[in-house]
């Protein structure tokens, strides 16, 4: 029985280390190659041991794909690709081409020259692996060989984000990576045709939360920015440099220039600037509002946002501060955050998710005295968490359930006991089968692939002329002969097959005698037998000949007189093999005799 | 399967095919050749051209002489200039169901089309094509609509005047079809109704026909397309190229094992070669500029200007230029260039590569920033404070009929310091000067087209090997003016199938299979009726006689099936040879069977048992088919 296999490497009843292996019609697929970030050891990278033991990597997988530049779903990359050795493709988006190298090589420069790891990937890996990356246009059907075919749908998310289709033949399986269901200020909001695969692989990281509107929170956020910076405060927005950043700098942006502000607002330069840069080159994947206006305003060139100097930290009177990186363990965002913490007119908000470990998680924590550098520090300022991350709510997942169709779904990225509800929701709500294995765990369904034909148009038309138009979805019968030659497979009509094939009909004829007691004449009799059959079999031809024999559709009746017995009359009941049936119904009837003649 | 021939341009096609119960319309490009019979639309009040005399019949009659103007011995229609539409009568166009766009040149006729014959249809293109053509077709509604002209003539047109007029408003063919330009209301409109694509995208169309896009490599977003069933192949390739300019480059592998290639857009200037063109217009740029002269290059806003600017940007420091200012005027000159830098993923690959650094993709934006270039709606407003001569201008339109161009055709048409550069294809030169003359310009040809030529066409053709291939007839003869040059046509086996103007073609295909799909599982046993077949008997016993019996082939060796039929217990057999085979009888049960080469007859009493038997001996020497 054909079956579709889906193993989580990583992201199976967890966030973080997405890798999903997908075995679908004899093709095996990896999906994503995420890195932890709440781990330093081996926990970090997917198992890719499990894929094979010893054998290649590159023998075993056909084609990787990379949803969207995030370190969790492409963080192992380089050091699978390089570390472990893959040569086959990589695909993703050409956004995605792009940002993810700059990315890696940053989780790289922290990991070597901040924690002094080892054993860790180089730059040269990270431009090696990116040599294995086929960039993918939206909706492009790309042919990875013959059978196995994968295409992009928009997830919105960060930018160049995509959910993929991985089909062979009949059957596909759709993975969407992380994605959200409403537009926000940069970006749009993900799409899928109703493409009905046999299995829908999707996130769940806000599988039970029903999020307020965005605008209550974008209000309520500009409220608390207002409101720092007028009682003359500082804020400090600790950020990732691409994908939120963006997003809460249009929003300032425009409010800044509404309320006609002059604080000034700063963001931390290098990665971030080149980030602004990124997004106004792909315009095309922001959304429709942005993509509209760009020629007179692209959103991306910020009037009110100027580059940050670290001088200006010590700077007096209200600012508003967009610092690297997001969860304040390092860099830039650590250090301002030590200069303000003292002062309560200050604040700080989180705009994102926080690792254990981090300063970020200590204060969101409600921690208020923090050993840094051997030195204690108190926290005075404000802090505030805000829920900016763009994945799809439950409302959001059942959106895209529904517009997909699938036959099954399966929960990743997302944690046990939120999944749990959502998979009950799921199963009840749309009837719809639903799985969510834990790491290493296989799911395993079985599949009922179409086998497509190629048939002979005189086929069809002999079909049709019987008047039995074909009727959509529903099986019928057919008699043909099916060639199968170079995996392409043939129905034509046996005749045709015979004379493809360079062979001759053998014709098997049947004719049996059948005595009938009868004085009358020979044509008599025939018009008797005529007239019998033309009663009982309503639904076929019977004819009578001017020669005086009977035919019945093509089985041919004649009467003959044996010369010895004048009340036995002999009928010739002849057939082939091909009207068998036909034949054998008739000298079974016939031989009960014929009614009497109502003279 | 046909195709009807709704345009007479072989650049600008207009063709619909009917394909397995679909109506497809590929590209619907608009002939704009027609202008050139007209007076152009100055922008500021030209003395000039309002005293051209009126034109009279040679008797001296003169009721044309409102519409017709005559300048140095030609002879133009005074009026709003006219386009010469597809031919929208040989097909009833609401029947279309689908457009597909190759180009944004060939999307020029689109509002005729989508809103004034009923179409209801959905039109298909890539986002750069879309967003480039509304551009162009934003700044043809501007040039034509900032100068409004009262008069619109229309008795020139009628068949026995027309006759009467001098060349080449006597040839003008289809006048009676000519039609002002849309509104940017119908511009819009028209847009609406197109859904984007992308390259190798399979787009299904009421899951009888899928067409693809596929990258054509002459224009940002430019595309040939595949229509194809599961056991027809059609392409159509439509303004493609092989030469590295921006677009990424051309998809040839996927036209292979077509049944019928339709093809259309060759170049226009299948003698030059556009990489001397273009450095005939550096040289030349160079050369006027330095003799204190303008340079007006007559174009459109989007396409071979990016390239243009490139060769520039690298030029003019090496040529000491580096101070000469460039101007680019047109309604739509901002939104172009800024609309150049964001279509990273349908660029070459080199420029793509920039992208990712990220940088702009094109280095125009570096000669905007440096002050270089500099571009503007119009002349009116912020152009005329800031305008420095000598200079460089880009401005349309290449027709020199309306647009910016022909204030400056005006201005420096008078100074022999000056040149003009031709360097769009679409228009002829000389035709386009006509008029402007005399002109004391410099006037210089280097038209730059970068579309396929015969020699690539054949290596194509060699390459993908269609059954058939299908063009305008232009491309089977020697261009009238260089009839000996018999290189200069398509050369292919079978020779290739020509269509004019309103022609329909019979497309040679001969259909043979068609898809079904079937199940895994063994079909029910035929002998129980499967559901749907509701049938009335007289008796339930009769059979069907449409469950079919496979057909028999193979031969009986008579020894052999004479040792089964003892095997399996019957007696007293006699074999006798007869011409063609033997009868072997059984006289035990007064049966006979005859058995030749190619057939089996058994011939016995009626009983159903024997014959069973007997039939499934038989059976075992043949196979079923």
């Known amino acids: 029985m054909p079956e579709i296999r889906v193993t989580p490497l990583g992201a199976g009843q967890d966030v973080g280390r997405s890798c999903i292996l997908v075995s679908i019609a004899g093709k095996n697929v990896m999906l994503d190659c995420g890195m932890h970030m709440g781990f330093n050891d081996d926990r970090r990278f997917p198992d890719f041991s499990y894929i094979t033991q010893n054998g290649r990597l590159t023998d075993f997988l ?139 692989i999707t996130e769940s990281t806000y599988a039970t939360t029903i999020r307020d509107s ?23 927005i600790p950020v990732f440099a691409l994908g939120r950043a963006q997003e809460l700098c249009i929003l300032l942006e425009t409010f800044w220039e509404r309320m006609n502000l002059k604080v000034p607002i700063y963001f931390s330069t290098g990665l971030t600037e080149k980030a602004n840069h990124y997004y106004k080159l792909f315009i095309p994947w922001t959304n429709q509002k942005i993509r509209k206006t760009f020629v007179q305003r692209n959103m991306f060139e910020f009037k009110h946002i100027k580059a940050f100097d670290r001088a200006f930290a010590d700077n007096p009177g209200p600012m508003v501060v967009f610092a690297t990186p997001g969860m304040l363990h390092a860099g830039q965002s650590l250090q301002i955050f030590r200069k303000w913490a003292g002062n309560e007119k200050n604040m700080v908000i989180m705009p994102g998710y926080c690792v254990q470990g981090t300063v970020g998680h200590k204060i969101l924590s409600g921690q208020r005295k923090l050993e840094m550098e051997g030195r204690q520090l108190e926290v005075k300022m404000q802090v505030e968490y805000m829920s900016f991350s763009a994945h ?51 799911v395993t369904l079985p599949t009922s692939p179409s086998i497509p034909v190629g048939i002979s148009l005189g086929l069809l038309k002999r079909e049709m002329a019987q008047g039995l138009l074909p009727e959509a979805k529903k099986p019928r019968l ?122 | 399967m ?93 029947t279309v169901d689908v457009i597909l766009i190759s180009n944004y040149h060939c999307m020029m006729a689109l509002p005729y089309i989508t809103e004034h ?132 480059p051309m998809d ?58 490139e060769c520039l940007y690298q030029y003019i420091d090496s040529a000491g230029l580096s101070s000469v200012p460039l101007y680019f005027i047109s309604p739509v000159a901002n939104s172009s260039l800024e609309f150049s830098q964001i279509f990273a993923e349908w660029l070459c690959h080199n420029k793509q590569s920039k992208v990712y650094l990220p940088e702009p993709p094109f280095p125009h934006a570096e000669l905007i920033q440096t ?72 006037c210089i040809y280097c038209p730059i087209d970068t579309r396929l030529n015969f020699i690539q066409v054949s290596k194509l053709l060699k390459e993908v090997q269609p059954l058939h291939v299908v063009c305008p007839e232009q491309y089977t003869q020697p261009p009238p003016a260089q009839s000996h040059r018999m290189d200069l046509m398509i050369d292919c086996q079978p020779p290739a199938m020509s269509y004019r103007r309103a022609e329909v073609l019979a497309l040679p295909f001969k259909r043979r299979y068609e898809k079904i799909e079937i199940m895994p599982e063994p079909p029910p046993r035929p002998a129980q009726p499967t559901s749907g077949k509701k049938r009335k008997r007289v008796s339930d016993d009769v059979p069907d006689c449409k469950v079919l019996k496979p057909l028999l082939s193979g031969s009986i060796p008579v020894e052999q099936f004479v040792q089964t039929l003892e095997k399996h217990g019957f007696s007293d057999i006699k074999v006798e040879d007869t011409a063609k085979g033997h009868i072997v009888l059984l006289q035990e049960a007064e049966t006979l069977i005859q058995i030749e080469e190619d057939s089996t007859h058994i011939i016995c009493d009626n009983d159903e048992m024997l014959r069973v038997r007997l039939r499934d001996l038989v059976l075992k020497f043949l196979q079923k088919f």
């Not at chain 1, 608390?224 to 400090?236: C, D, F, I, Q, S």
């Not at chain 2, 119960?21 to 639309?41: H, K, Q, R, V, Y």
Request: proline share 5%; glycine share 6%.
């Open chain 1, 62 to 200: 056909d084609c990787v794909i990379i949803s969207h530049f995030h370190l969790d779903h492409c963080g192992a990359l380089p050091y699978f690709s390089e570390m472990v050795g893959y040569d086959g493709p990589i695909y993703m988006t050409h956004p995605t081409q792009a940002i993810c190298p700059i990315l890696l090589e940053d989780y790289r420069k922290i990991a070597v020259d901040k924690k002094g790891e080892a054993n860790f990937f180089t730059s040269q890996m990270i431009k090696d692996c990116m040599k294995k990356v086929v960039a993918v246009h939206l909706h492009q059907t790309v042919q990875v060989d013959d059978e196995l075919e994968i295409k992009a749908y928009y997830a919105g998310h960060v930018l160049g984000a995509a959910m993929f289709q991985i089909k062979v033949g009949s059957e596909s399986v759709v993975y969407t990576g992380d994605y959200n269901m409403t537009p926000d200020r940069h970006l749009g909001a993900a799409w899928i045709d109703k493409c009905r695969p046999n299995l829908l």
């Open chain 1, 214 to 236: 965005k605008r209550c929170r974008e209000r309520d956020f500009l409220k608390k920015v207002h409101e720092t910076v007028e009682r003359g405060g500082k804020v400090l």
């Open chain 1, 392 to 442: 799809a709510d439950a409302k959001g997942i059942m959106q895209l359930v529904g517009q997909a169709e699938p036959e099954s779904v399966l929960l990743v990225h997302g944690e046990a006991k939120k999944m749990e509800f959502l998979k009950q929701k799921i199963e009840q709500e749309l009837r719809v089968n639903c799985y969510m294995p834990a790491n290493g765990e296989t």
């Open chain 1, 478 to 599: 057919l008699h043909g002969t099916l060639i199968m030659k170079d995996s392409n497979f043939r129905l034509v009509s046996s005749e045709q097959a015979l004379k493809e094939l360079g062979l001759a009909e053998h014709q098997l004829r049947f004719t049996c005698r059948v005595h009938l007691h009868d004085t009358r004449k020979e044509q008599e009799t025939a018009l008797r037998v005529y007239s019998h059959l033309k009663s009982v079999l309503k639904d076929h031809c019977v004819q009578h000949l001017p020669d005086g024999s009977v035919t019945v559709e093509s089985v041919l009746l004649q009467a003959a007189a044996p010369s010895e017995d004048p009340g036995t009359k002999v009928l010739l009941v002849s057939w082939t093999y091909q009207d068998e049936e036909l034949g054998s119904f008739l000298t079974s009837l016939l031989k009960k005799g014929l009614p009497q003649a109502p003279s």
């Open chain 2, 2 to 94: 046909k195709l009807y021939c709704l345009s007479g341009h072989p650049t600008l096609p207009c063709n619909v095919l009917k394909f397995k119960s679909t109506t497809i319309m590929l590209d619907c490009g608009l002939d704009m050749t027609s202008t050139l019979n007209f007076l152009p639309l100055p922008l500021v009040q030209s003395p000039r051209l309002s005293n051209l005399p009126g034109w009279s019949l040679k008797d001296g009659n003169a009721f044309l002489d409102k519409e017709l103007k005559e300048c140095s011995g030609h002879v133009f229609v005074d009026s709003v200039p006219e386009f010469c539409l597809p031919e929208t009568e040989l097909i009833d166009l609401s």
């Open chain 2, 117 to 248: 014959t009923g179409f209801t249809g959905t039109v298909y293109a890539t986002e750069p094509t879309v967003q480039i053509g509304r551009l162009l077709m934003e700044e043809l509604v501007n040039f034509i609509e900032r100068v409004p002209k009262a008069q619109s003539a229309s008795l020139w047109k009628n068949k026995d005047i027309q006759r009467l007029l001098p060349s080449p408003l006597k040839d003008a063919v289809e006048v009676s079809t000519w039609r002002r330009c849309y509104t940017m209301q119908e511009v819009n409109s028209a847009l609406s109704k197109i859904q984007l694509v992308g390259y190798s995208q399979k787009i299904e169309l009421f899951g009888a026909v899928q067409v693809t896009p596929l990258s054509s490599g002459y224009a940002l977003g430019s595309s040939n397309w595949i229509i194809q069933s599961h056991y027809e192949k059609v392409s159509y390739v439509s303004g493609s190229s092989l030469l590295t300019t921006h677009p990424q």
């Open chain 2, 252 to 309: 040839q592998a996927s036209l292979k094992n077509s049944d019928v290639l339709v093809l259309t857009g060759l170049t226009q200037i299948p003698t030059a070669n556009p990489d001397g063109m273009v450095g005939e217009f550096c040289s030349n740029l160079a050369l006027t500029v330095r003799n204190g002269g303008n340079v007006l290059v007559p174009c459109y806003p989007s396409g071979v200007i990016y390239d243009l600017l």
């Open chain 2, 371 to 442: 002050n270089k270039l500099k571009h503007y709606p119009s002349i009116h407003g912020d152009f005329s404070n800031d305008f420095r001569q000598p200079c460089v201008v880009f401005t349309g339109h290449p027709s020199l009929r309306f647009g910016d161009v022909v204030h400056f055709m005006e201005l420096w048409g008078k100074s022999s310091l000056n040149t003009v550069i031709f360097t769009e294809p679409d228009f002829s030169y000389l035709e386009a000067l006509a008029p402007y003359q005399p002109l004391a310009m410099k």
